[in-house]
């Protein structure tokens, strides 16, 4: 592919609609840029001589291994072990405080796992081995794959409180030389599923969740795909159930059964 190629205002419109067809979120005109640099390598790895070739493969059934590629490094975005602590905070609270603590998390985009992670090593250390258990699910195969591995850099380590780190979490060896790992016990119960929000019928093996983690998410999608998500969310919890969002959203102007609680942590009614 040469160098200096462009991305054409018709390719991006289509790359745009093939976006939304397969996550949900929708596009504007001023991620044309953004879309580019971000699709610019895998074209060049593809062999591809334009962008319009390169969305040919992704838009052929037979060529479902290079779509998910696509689709994550779409999707992609930052995370880390204990991301905005306040929310783990108030969950460790409620687990200490609470005469009927939640006991199934769902992490609803988690992305490689850290926030599943995060939060599995409260309960744990919460509630013991027998009486928790969180799924995760994200879109992305690529992030799943790597939740489920569990194996991160060290330096991702940094983020956790030390006695969560001594407790729970574990050195690799010979080919996982500086990475960590998590201890059964942590492991054993979470599992990871690959779901789209916006197409999601039922959760995997009929999970019912009574807290769920939507962080960081609804800043991607507009109003009509946020509302969809929302009600999905609601369906699966039982009154007094607890969501949590990211700080920089809310559920103002989406209809729900949520009241707000604190800043970004809501319980259904």
Not at 152 to 178: A, F, M, N, V
Request: net charge positive.
């Amino acid at each position: 592919m040469s160098a200096n190629i462009n991305l054409s205002q018709s390719e991006y419109v289509s790359f745009a609609d093939l976006i939304f067809k397969y996550t949900g979120i929708r596009m504007g005109e001023k991620k044309k840029n953004l879309i580019a640099s971000r699709l610019s390598r895998r074209v060049r790895a593809c062999n591809c001589s334009s962008y319009g070739e390169y969305l040919d493969i992704i838009k052929s059934d037979h060529n479902v291994g290079e779509r998910n590629i696509f689709i994550s490094l779409i999707t992609t975005h930052v995370t880390h072990f204990f991301r905005e602590s306040e929310h783990y905070t108030f969950l460790e609270n409620i687990l200490s405080n609470h005469d009927n603590p939640p006991t199934k998390i769902w992490s609803a985009a988690a992305s490689t796992g850290e926030e599943a992670y995060s939060a599995a090593l409260i309960m744990q250390d919460k509630l013991g081995s027998d009486s928790w258990s969180i799924l995760g699910t994200d879109i992305c195969n690529d992030s799943i794959e790597k939740a489920r591995n569990g194996f991160y850099p060290l330096q991702g380590s940094e983020q956790i409180p030390g006695h969560y780190l001594k407790r729970y979490c574990l050195k690799g060896r010979e080919e996982y030389t500086g990475y960590f790992t998590f201890a059964k016990e942590i492991r054993s119960r979470i599992r990871f599923e690959v779901a789209n929000l916006t197409t999601l019928e039922k959760l995997p093996g009929s999970f019912q969740p009574n807290l769920v983690f939507l962080r960081n998410v609804m800043i991607y999608f507009e109003s009509k795909e946020k509302q969809m998500i929302i009600d999905k969310i609601e369906s699966v919890l039982s009154p007094g159930s607890i969501l949590i969002i990211g700080h920089s959203e809310s559920l103002t102007g989406i209809r729900s059964n949520f009241k707000l609680m604190r800043t970004s942590v809501y319980q259904k009614i």
